[in-house]
């Protein structure tokens, strides 16, 4: 890792323990907490410090101002990536939750150092720091301490920064370009500047680094970039250095803030049609090039023994950054570094590293304030496959499955032929075989003794196969991909029976299985997949395709079986194509298991995936899937009939989610049925008070019209709901259109509250939600499921009461989507004495000590939809 530019953050004085656990995102403006505040121009307003008590720094009130007493002493709610804590700075004291109790940090010194754990002196924010000295900026800073600099105004002398020695020597930006590329043109219409374009998957980026100087439109960028050793002969080779506030042409990313200027494309600094890297696109370029870094390197404009091959034509110098922790130029000639739009407090960059470790990654730099280099990138993307001339390779899946942490989004497309062909061996006899579906012909081939399909699948499903129709996919939405390289297909839809869906134990029958194949062909059963692998005798390449691989992993295709790296969509996002294929084949249990081809690794194996949903390629075989193993089966039949699948609804059937894994099976549960919609729930005895043991799931909005658009299964997948439950808004789940997140006209409902609940049940109260968390000493563990958490999230489950990770969804604009399955839940509560206030039990499956926490808390955010779970009247 980069010793400069990318350091550690100053170290924060105390730990919150329910500031850091409260990483949840919950329901509005709380405007109920600072009811002098609004109309003032605060977002909060105190009489005393420690009415911060109840109301801590969290992920709800990052970026909100606050004020305290007569003298209005401000605070700003900020999240300090060295310790993971959010905390209240202020200009000239951070106060930070410990537990309930406020503490005030000690003032530092102005004219001493302090150092944090790294041994990084932390003067350099002090008021005698020559950088931000009085002679070099001007401060207008709402907050300027020994802790934080929050300056919105500041600029730098050139008197106090060090340059830096460059370890090579350019004459022309030709020089970085490589000679066998075709390159296109961009003119940047601001200054005239003409600049080199490349294509990398579907997307067009820059080939250089951008040099726009600035102008009276972008006074940011005038006052906040520099050429290196503020030479402008290196602008005009290497591009110019921009802060992240000046890259991004707002403020609001200046270094220390959290970035968040929306969720659309960012043009910020780029030229008209141009924009800075998406965080998916940023992705999608570290999964193209990974650990090749010599394929993006350019081959010159490094140190030499740090020279690029650069045959991707992307052409990146190691222009270096200029890093304000140690006032000085550093790195040209060892590091790139190019800005991309990621939320948050970090410095997020894409890093671009030389042969020790030879790879470009995402990186965050934590401590200090840094210009570096900008690439913009076409708004248009490609929709049609790219000749084999302009592809580029794309990360290799090292790992015996594809984890999210290896499964990065990648909208890249390593596309070869425009005609499948060229896939083929044409010294090989093949047969056809024609789809009655859709008309769609494939040809077959006979390996050891088993016939084939030579091709991947691409039957988009219909109304009589609604499985494959809404579950499968073309790599990166792009239907040319379909076309070439055949659909991407979750279980589910390859097996075309929900009981194969993620999370699910899958089994259909004791023999073959149709699944998604044509009539008279199933898909891959173990032994088959077995047979197939001792076919090639550690010969792998004569399963490869000529073409349809990267250059380095292309095969030689011998047994005309022709397998392309068709790539994989893991959970949401596109990866690896042209370097990793993979195959379903039919076996039972809840883990999803395939065989996979490695390009890079020149391996074939078969592994399993429990991690996420995947979405990879199908090859059929030849021969009739056999009856279901017992009639309570949903599969089609051994007839083929495209017309004998299972049940086209949009809900899942009961039967399809074995839930018996998510409770304690030492544990005696009691048993209630809703009679609204026949569904029954697990009962459980907890402290004299009846629990619900499982989320709710009830969503008949013609009972309760209040449900319509105020309920959703977690990634809107039906099976979701039917194996955790519902997510409701705050106003369904008490059933009234007052009891939203924001408008504050609740109404103050005596004694229990049935709400969305069945009859004779109602929504916990805060007292029984309090005695629920206080019996079990706030620790979440023996509540939860060892079931529907992460890995090191999941709890013993002593108790039986069985909470799951069913995240949480957020409705308010700027904060759309789901997020948190797997690492928390919220759960709805109601207290009668402040029906305004939005009550909901937290639990966090792991907090920063490492025990799950579990509390209720009033702060809902982001207008949520939240778990409900009934207590018995």
Same mark, same amino acid.
């Given at each position: 890792m980069e010793k400069r530019c990318a350091r550690r953050g100053i170290q924060t004085l105390l730990v919150a323990s329910l500031a850091s656990a409260a990483l949840i995102a919950g329901c509005g403006d709380d405007e109920s907490f600072s009811p002098v505040a609004k109309n003032r121009g605060y977002d909060y307003a105190f009489v005393k410090t420690? !009415? *911060?008590?109840? $109301? =801590?720094?969290? /992920? @709800?009130? /990052?970026?909100?101002?606050?004020?305290? %007493?007569?003298?209005?002493?401000?605070?700003?709610?900020? *999240?300090? /990536?060295? !310790?993971?804590?959010?905390?209240?700075?202020?200009?000239?004291?951070?106060?930070?939750?410990?537990g309930h109790e406020f503490v005030r940090a000690e003032s530092s010194n102005s004219e001493e150092e302090s150092s944090d754990s790294d041994g990084f002196s932390s003067s350099r924010y002090s008021s005698s720091s020559s950088l931000y000295s009085s002679s070099s900026y001007s401060s207008s800073s709402r907050y300027s301490s020994s802790s934080y600099y929050f300056d919105t105004t500041w600029t730098f002398s050139e008197d106090h920064i060090g340059l830096a020695s460059i370890p090579f020597t350019l004459t022309t930006k030709d020089e970085l370009l490589n000679p066998d590329v075709e390159y296109g043109t961009m003119l940047d219409e601001r200054d005239g500047q003409v600049y080199r374009t490349v294509i990398v998957g579907n997307r067009v980026w820059m080939a250089e680094n951008l040099n726009f100087a600035g102008n009276d439109d972008y006074p940011l960028v005038l006052e906040r970039s520099a050429c290196l050793n503020f030479d402008d002969d290196n602008c005009a080779l290497l591009g110019r250095l921009y802060s992240r506030e000046a890259a991004m042409d707002n403020v609001s990313c200046m270094f220390g803030v959290s970035c968040d200027i929306g969720d659309t494309l960012v043009r910020g600094v780029c030229p008209k049609g141009w924009h800075i890297p998406s965080n998916a696109e940023a992705l999608a370029l570290v999964n193209a090039f990974g650990d090749e870094l010599g394929d993006v390197r350019s081959a010159k404009g490094w140190s030499s023994y740090k020279e690029g091959v650069n045959t991707s034509g992307f052409s990146m110098p190691a222009s270096g950054c200029l890093d304000f922790g140690d006032d000085r130029f550093e790195s040209p000639g060892k590091t790139g570094y190019v800005w991309a739009y990621i939320k948050g407090s970090d410095m997020r960059y894409l890093i671009f590293r030389g042969p020790s470790d030879n790879d470009v990654i995402i990186h965050s730099g934590y401590s200090s304030n840094i210009f570096v280099s900008v690439r913009c990138i076409s708004d248009d993307t490609l929709k049609v496959a790219l000749s084999s001339s302009s592809r580029v390779s794309s990360s290799s899946v090292s790992s015996s499955s594809v984890s999210s942490s290896s499964a990065k989004s990648s909208s890249s497309s390593v596309v070869s032929s425009a005609s499948k062909d060229n896939f083929f061996n044409p010294d090989v006899t093949y047969g056809t075989l024609k789809d009655s579906r859709d008309g769609q012909v494939y040809k077959t081939v006979e390996i050891n003794g088993t016939t084939w399909m030579a091709e991947n699948l691409n039957f988009a499903g219909n109304s009589d196969w609604p499985l494959p129709k809404n579950y499968s996919y073309c790599y990166g939405g792009i239907a040319a991909n379909c076309a070439?390289? %055949?659909?991407?297909?979750?279980?589910?839809?390859?097996?075309?029976?929900?009981?194969?869906?993620? +999370?699910?134990? #899958?089994?259909?029958?004791?023999?073959?299985?149709?699944g998604v194949c044509p009539d008279g062909w199933h898909i891959p059963s173990e032994e088959e997949v077995d047979d197939l692998m001792d076919f090639t005798l550690g010969n792998r390449k004569t399963l490869r395709s000529v073409d349809g691989w990267v250059d380095r992993e292309v095969g030689a295709n011998e047994s005309g079986f022709s397998l392309v790296g068709s790539g994989v969509r893991a959970d949401k996002n596109y990866v690896n194509q042209g370097r990793f294929a993979a195959l379903w084949y039919y076996s039972t249990g809840v883990v999803q298991n395939y065989l996979v081809f490695s390009g890079v690794e020149d391996k074939m194996y078969l592994t399993e995936n429990s991690?996420? &949903?995947?979405?990879?390629?199908?090859? #059929?075989?030849?021969? &009739? %899937?056999? /009856? =279901?193993?017992?009639?309570?089966?949903?599969?089609?039949?051994?007839?083929g009939s495209s017309s004998s699948v299972e049940s086209s609804s949009s809900e899942e059937s009961s039967s399809s989610f074995d839930k018996t894994v998510l409770f304690n099976s030492a544990v005696s549960y009691g048993e209630m049925t809703d009679s609204r919609d026949g569904q029954t729930y697990r009962t459980l005895n907890i402290a004299g008070r009846t629990w619900m043991a499982e989320n709710l799931n009830f969503a008949d909005s013609s009972k309760l019209p209040i449900l319509e658009g105020n309920n959703r299964c977690y990634d809107d997948d039906p099976g979701e709901c039917e194996? *955790?439950?519902?997510? $409701?808004?705050?106003?369904?789940?008490?059933? !009234?259109?007052?009891? &939203?997140?924001?408008?504050g006209t609740c109404p103050s409902m005596s004694g229990n509250v049935q709400g969305i609940c069945p009859s004779g049940w109602h929504i916990p109260s805060k007292s029984e939600a309090e005695q629920l968390a206080n019996l079990n000493a706030n620790q979440a563990s023996s509540l939860n499921s060892s079931y529907g958490w992460a890995t090191d999230r999941r709890g013993n489950n002593s108790t039986g009461m069985s909470f799951v990770g069913a995240g949480v969804y957020q409705r308010q604009t700027g904060s759309v989507g789901f997020k948190g399955k797997g690492n928390y839940t919220n759960l709805w509560v109601y207290d009668v004495s402040t029906p305004n206030e939005n009550w909901y039990l937290m639990d966090v499956g792991k907090s920063a000590s490492?025990? +799950?926490?579990?509390?209720? @808390?009033?702060?809902? +955010? $982001?207008d949520p939809f939240y778990t409900v779970r009934c207590v018995k009247n």
């Open positions: 420690n !009415d *911060f008590a109840e $109301y =801590p720094c969290n /992920e @709800m009130r /990052e970026g909100r101002e606050a004020v305290v %007493g007569r003298d209005k002493d401000r605070y700003e709610c900020i *999240f300090d /990536e060295r !310790d993971s804590v959010y905390l209240w700075a202020g200009e000239s004291d951070t106060l930070t939750a410990k070439l390289y %055949g659909r991407l297909y979750d279980r589910a839809a390859a097996m075309n029976s929900t009981t194969c869906g993620y +999370g699910k134990s #899958c089994s259909l029958y004791d023999g073959l299985n149709r991690k996420e &949903t995947v979405y990879i390629s199908v090859r #059929c075989v030849k021969g &009739t %899937g056999a /009856e =279901p193993a017992s009639s309570g089966s949903t599969k089609s039949s051994s007839s194996a *955790f439950g519902r997510l $409701y808004s705050r106003e369904a789940a008490l059933n !009234d259109s007052r009891c &939203t997140c924001y408008n490492g025990n +799950g926490t579990i509390a209720v @808390m009033d702060d809902a +955010g $982001y």
